[in-house]
């Protein structure tokens, strides 16, 4: 059992090639969840979900068996997502914010061998991080998106890089940002240089720090080596739920292989590479479909992310 924390969303999303009707089920750790699902791991979501779409939420979710804890909450959360080019970039605005989680029992997550925190926007306490990983001796993974996000009155989103987040990155065994969210916690640009943000992020106490890097793959580093993971190529159709994928399929490889970073990192790209070929929760995808192409990167030797390093 895997647990996965964070506030799922109802975005409206449009891309260069889609445009959905309505609004579409999404957020770090549901997108985490949803992939965990459907390559066969049982997973337990916890978050805040308003009554506007409480009844669609537990649908979606009993579909693929998944548990759930909802917390109440005035309304569901959700964003604005617009993206302009195919390399993931967008605007973002606030469309819907749910409530915060507050204290989690910690019989909620006592049977996981993993949890995996995936805010969306500042819904899980510093606190709360802290009180979870007295509680739990298990694997303990961060996407920190929420962590440093804030919204203003208009609903515009920023970034800024929360006071005391060094001690609290500390406390997880993995620490996964992205590029953009790279540049915020250690002032680097991870396109020239992600080999340096992660080791200033690993300075901070955790394990492993992976920085994603969208089309360009990502890096994994243990303080020993620093591992550089190839994309996998597909007709990119919507990156959102990409980095949240990643998550899903490290874990699941990481606790199958007992460790072994260069197959969890090939594993984790195979499994973003499913979810952003499609849009919204509903597509297939399976472990032999995604391992058919894990074997694909792990066959690729001596791959360097083209960073401004590496030039």
């Given at each position: 059992?895997i647990?996965?924390?964070?506030?799922?969303?109802?975005?409206?999303?449009?891309?260069?090639?889609?445009?959905?009707?309505?609004?579409?089920l999404?957020?770090?750790?549901?997108?985490?969840?949803l992939?965990?699902a459907?390559?066969?791991?049982q997973?337990?979501?916890?978050g805040?979900?308003?009554?506007d779409?409480?009844?669609?939420?537990k649908?979606?979710?009993?579909k693929?068996?998944?548990?759930?804890e909802?917390?109440?909450?005035?309304?569901?959360?959700?964003?604005?997502?617009?993206?302009?080019?195919?390399?993931?970039?967008?605007?973002?605005?606030?469309?819907?914010r749910?409530?915060n989680i507050?204290?989690?029992n910690?019989?909620?997550y006592a049977d996981?061998?993993?949890?995996?925190?995936?805010?969306?926007l500042?819904e899980?306490?510093?606190?709360?991080?802290?009180?979870?990983r007295?509680?739990?001796s298990?694997l303990?993974f961060?996407?920190?998106q929420?962590?440093?996000?804030g919204a203003h009155?208009n609903?515009d989103?920023?970034?800024?890089?929360t006071?005391?987040?060094?001690?609290?990155l500390?406390?997880?065994?993995?620490?996964?940002?992205?590029?953009?969210?790279?540049?915020?916690?250690?002032?680097?640009?991870?396109?020239?240089?992600p080999?340096?943000?992660?080791?200033?992020?690993?300075?901070?106490?955790?394990?492993?720090?992976i920085?994603?890097?969208?089309?360009?793959g990502?890096?994994i580093?243990?303080?020993?080596?620093?591992?550089?993971?190839p994309?996998y190529?597909?007709?990119?159709?919507?990156?959102?739920g990409?980095?949240?994928?990643y998550m899903?399929?490290?874990?699941?490889?990481?606790?199958?292989t007992?460790?072994?970073?260069?197959r969890?990192?090939?594993?984790a790209?195979?499994?973003?590479?499913?979810?952003i070929e499609?849009?919204?929760?509903?597509?297939?995808?399976?472990?032999?479909?995604i391992?058919?192409r894990?074997e694909k990167?792990l066959?690729?030797?001596?791959?360097?992310v083209?960073?401004?390093?590496n030039?």
């Amino acid at each position: 059992m895997i647990a996965a924390i964070g506030n799922p969303v109802y975005d409206f999303i449009k891309t260069p090639k889609c445009e959905p009707n309505g609004r579409v089920l999404s957020g770090c750790s549901t997108n985490a969840a949803l992939a965990l699902a459907k390559i066969g791991e049982q997973v337990r979501l916890i978050g805040a979900v308003g009554d506007d779409y409480r009844e669609h939420f537990k649908a979606s979710l009993e579909k693929l068996g998944i548990e759930h804890e909802i917390v109440p909450s005035r309304e569901s959360g959700g964003f604005s997502l617009i993206y302009y080019d195919d390399f993931g970039n967008r605007t973002l605005n606030l469309i819907g914010r749910a409530d915060n989680i507050g204290r989690i029992n910690p019989a909620l997550y006592a049977d996981c061998s993993a949890i995996l925190v995936g805010p969306i926007l500042g819904e899980l306490s510093f606190e709360e991080i802290v009180n979870i990983r007295k509680n739990f001796s298990g694997l303990y993974f961060c996407d920190p998106q929420g962590l440093l996000r804030g919204a203003h009155e208009n609903g515009d989103i920023y970034h800024e890089k929360t006071k005391g987040i060094e001690d609290v990155l500390g406390h997880f065994d993995i620490v996964k940002p992205n590029e953009l969210e790279g540049k915020i916690l250690t002032g680097i640009d991870c396109r020239q240089d992600p080999y340096e943000a992660a080791r200033i992020i690993k300075s901070w106490g955790p394990r492993i720090v992976i920085v994603t890097l969208a089309e360009l793959g990502s890096v994994i580093y243990d303080g020993r080596e620093y591992i550089d993971i190839p994309p996998y190529g597909i007709d990119l159709v919507d990156s959102t739920g990409a980095g949240d994928t990643y998550m899903a399929g490290f874990t699941f490889e990481y606790l199958k292989t007992g460790g072994d970073l260069r197959r969890a990192g090939c594993y984790a790209s195979c499994t973003s590479s499913v979810m952003i070929e499609n849009t919204g929760p509903d597509f297939s995808m399976s472990d032999a479909m995604i391992r058919e192409r894990q074997e694909k990167l792990l066959a690729i030797s001596d791959y360097r992310v083209r960073v401004g390093v590496n030039q």
